[in-house]
């Protein structure tokens, strides 16, 4: 549908509804809401890192959020009850509203319980929890971790999979990145703005149309390749996506169930585009393990002892082991944000192999067309047909000729089926 043609009355409704939503949800910033100061991190550091850090309910409390909660949750309710009235209980893209006006309300719950047990309670059910299984009798996201260490301890052991120095400071990182998103994103539109900021726990984070650098961190080659396929190709990509839908602006925004379709989206592409390596997969797995901990009772300080004894800095360890309790208390549950990275990787990856095995490659693209949701994918694919969604205009060049990707699904589907447990014995006197 080209953006001249003027929306008839039954899409001029939804793009009123959609609009409200994107509106209700602008002052929820999840991140901002849960972060620890500067002054947390100081102390704590100048304790030598051996009493727990002074976060509790009041230590929230001081730090309001930036909306009414009571308010901001009537008017997703008032924006839920009009998406019935004027679309009727069946709609498919009212379906899609209304659970992002139930999953916002949720969000708003979980930080108003900042600093008290229902904050790890209501994370678990947006972002799920380690001891999940993804189908019956499948292994957990805290079995993958484990597991995935295993693999790396024995890499690591070789002694020669060697990081590359990392060389580049912010300032070369920003100019590289930005050289390599302007040849996709196009010159002209400078589409996309890399700058440096101070202001971030992460090395690097994606908004709409920016990624932010952080001023101190240096970077290697490959973290710049991660860096342009996970922030950029999938985060800001979905998001210019979603931001250019004629009718379904709600696109691109992501409640929390899209986080974990955007992360699995992001490190799917690391793996296919061969950007990821050892250190940056240990990366997620020491997460998905830390918050398993967590949520078996380890606090704080047995999370920041846990990364000291991998060799990282103080400085570093605190940073990981706040990612874990940002939100709640030091001896509390964990904030579990962080398992949507494999988590999602482990869903997407089944998703697209399943695509392909019963021949429904179109629905794969969608995943692109904003900020998605798994369990939306069939809802989406009628809404393109029926000319309410566009499809996504960015696509990573691996999506856009899905030739070589359904091709490592069928060799991937079938060496699924091979048992590795007798292939390592068969193997063995050639291994």
Not at 96 to 120: N, Q, S
Not at 214 to 227: G, I, K, P, Q, Y
């Amino acid at each position: 549908m080209s953006s001249h043609t003027p929306l008839d009355g039954y899409q001029l409704i939804i793009r009123g509804l959609s609009d409200r939503l994107v509106e209700a949800q602008t002052p929820i910033r999840i991140l901002d809401a849960v972060k620890w100061d500067e002054g947390i991190r100081t102390d704590f550091l100048k304790g030598k890192g051996r009493v727990l850090p002074k976060i509790d309910r009041a230590y929230y409390a001081a730090r309001p959020l930036a909306f009414d909660a009571d308010a901001k949750k009537l008017e997703f309710q008032n924006i839920e009850r009009d998406i019935t009235r004027q679309l009727g209980q069946f709609n498919p893209v009212g379906k899609i509203m209304r659970r992002m006006c139930r999953e916002y309300r949720m969000v708003i719950r979980m930080l108003e319980a900042r600093g008290t047990p229902d904050f790890g309670l209501i994370s678990q059910e947006l972002y799920g929890a380690a001891s999940d299984a993804f189908h019956a009798g499948d292994p957990t996201l805290a079995d993958l971790g484990l597991m995935f260490s295993d693999f790396l301890n024995n890499i690591d052991r070789r002694g020669d999979l060697k990081d590359e120095p990392k060389t580049l400071n912010a300032t070369d990182t920003v100019n590289l990145l930005q050289h390599r998103l302007n040849k996709v994103f196009g010159e002209e539109e400078s589409t996309i703005r890399v700058f440096e900021s101070d202001g971030i726990l992460a090395d690097a984070a994606a908004g709409a149309d920016y990624i932010k650098i952080r001023s101190d961190a240096l970077f290697n080659e490959r973290d710049v390749r991660a860096l342009e396929v996970h922030e950029g190709l999938v985060h800001v990509g979905t998001t210019l996506n979603g931001q250019s839908q004629p009718i379904c602006t709600f696109l691109s925004k992501g409640p929390p169930s899209s986080t974990v379709t955007q992360e699995g989206l992001a490190i799917l592409m690391e793996v296919i585009t061969f950007a990821s390596y050892p250190t940056r997969l240990r990366k997620l797995t020491n997460r998905t393990r830390a918050i398993h901990m967590a949520e078996e009772g380890a606090d704080f300080l047995q999370i920041f002892e846990f990364y000291r004894e991998q060799d990282f800095s103080p400085e570093d360890s605190y940073a990981n082991a706040s990612r874990v309790f940002r939100g709640s208390t030091p001896t509390g549950m964990p904030f579990t944000k962080d398992l949507s990275y494999l988590r999602g990787f482990i869903l997407i990856y089944n998703y697209i192999q399943l695509a392909v095995r019963k021949g429904k490659l179109e629905q794969i693209p969608l995943l692109f067309c904003g900020k998605t949701t798994l369990e939306d994918m069939r809802t989406l694919r009628q809404l393109v047909d029926e000319g309410l969604v566009t499809p996504p205009k960015f696509l990573p060049p691996q999506f856009r000729d899905l030739n070589a990707l359904s091709a490592w699904m069928c060799f991937s589907n079938f060496l699924n089926h091979l048992s590795l447990d007798r292939i390592e014995a068969d193997y063995a006197n050639i291994l």
